[in-house]
């Protein structure tokens, strides 16, 4: 029983935290360079990490599953990573970009309702509800303080969106890629998707100091093969609802790390909006849990009635 809590906490843990890292990289980078340039040498260098990697394990992918791969890494990588990251290069604050991508539970319960025929809990509904309300105390108060024009703060959302779109189109596909061969395909999908615009936008050759390069090490090591690798592995796990779920935590996390990086204040909206949240947390989660139990104990029952 503590061997398979164990197995579920750490990865909840290491999630959350990776997954920040990305949004503190994102603002480093952008702080030295281009956001297209930033994403462009960033999948680069991971992409040729990952297919070295894949040769010397001599990993395997057939047509159909470098078909699906390509599309998520499309929706997953290159579209979500390329609105959130432009948003932060155009000034939107780090924490904020955290809190709109934090509203993604919300759209992969909605669109799970409708793509998987999952149904929801009322209390995990209102756990989500009331992680929404955290997140619109938090982005109100960074709104007021921010530098970056209206516009730029919808660019996280439609990443936001693509991201909820291809969780739940990983979550009805059940890949049979291992999460290696998936990653490396994606990765190297959203290399080329951000050459092209780094080329289309005269960056790709554009001066690069010292620091960015250690951006770059960052967004590779803690946020392409740790966020996302860790993100898939507990989609896979535990499924789509669960890690969207879990992503509530990045904004306070994210919060609290650029304070201490950054020197960002954290805002009397912000601080209530983070109790908040983490109280919706909570109460979807257990929701969840419940849920999931239920689903192992009648498991049995509908096995011996024919079902």
């Known amino acids: ?3 398979d809590r164990r197995s579920r906490v750490l990865p ?3 999630l959350v935290v990776l997954w920040s890292s990305g949004f503190i990289g994102a603002e480093l980078g952008t702080r030295q360079a281009p956001a297209s340039a930033l994403l462009a040498w960033r999948y680069l260098v991971a992409g040729g990490i990952l297919v070295a990697l894949c040769a010397w394990r001599c990993e395997r992918i057939d047509r159909s599953g470098l078909r699906r791969q390509v599309v998520l ?4 990588q290159a579209v979500y990573l390329g609105m959130t990251v432009s948003g932060v290069g155009l000034g939107v604050p780090s924490g904020t970009t955290a809190l709109v991508a934090s509203m993604q539970p919300l759209v992969v319960i909605a669109l799970a309702a409708l793509v998987l025929a999952e149904r929801a809990r009322v209390a995990q509904l209102l756990g989500l509800v009331l992680g929404l309300t955290g997140v619109l105390l938090v982005v109100g108060g960074d709104l007021e303080a921010g530098d970056a024009p209206w516009w730029a703060y919808v660019l996280p959302f439609v990443g936001m969106l693509s991201l909820s779109l291809g969780t739940v189109l990983q979550q009805r596909w059940r890949p049979r890629e291992s999460v290696l061969a998936s990653i490396t395909v994606q990765t190297v999908t959203a290399a080329g998707a951000f050459w092209l615009l780094a080329l289309f ?6 001066a690069t100091p010292p620091a960015f390069w250690a951006a770059i090490a960052w967004v590779v090591l803690l946020s392409s093969f740790g966020g996302y690798g860790t993100y898939l592995f507990v989609s896979r796990t535990q499924g ?10 990045t904004p306070p996390t994210t919060m609290v ?11 009397r909206a912000g601080l209530a909006g983070m109790l908040v949240s983490a109280v919706g947390v909570i109460v ?3 929701s969840a849990g419940r ?3 239920a689903v192992t104990e009648e498991s049995p029952v509908n096995a011996g009635s024919g079902r």
Request: glycine share 10%; with cysteine.
């Open 291 to 293: 849920s999931r139990r």
């Open 1 to 3: 029983m503590l061997t």
């Open 201 to 206: 936008e005269g960056t790709a050759g554009s």
């Open 284 to 286: 979807a989660l257990t």
């Open 257 to 267: 790390w650029a304070a201490l990086m950054f020197g960002d204040q954290l805002s």
């Open 12 to 14: 909840s843990i290491a």
């Open 240 to 249: 789509a609802t669960y890690a969207s779920t879990l992503l509530y935590l």
């Open 73 to 76: 890494g499309l929706l997953c």
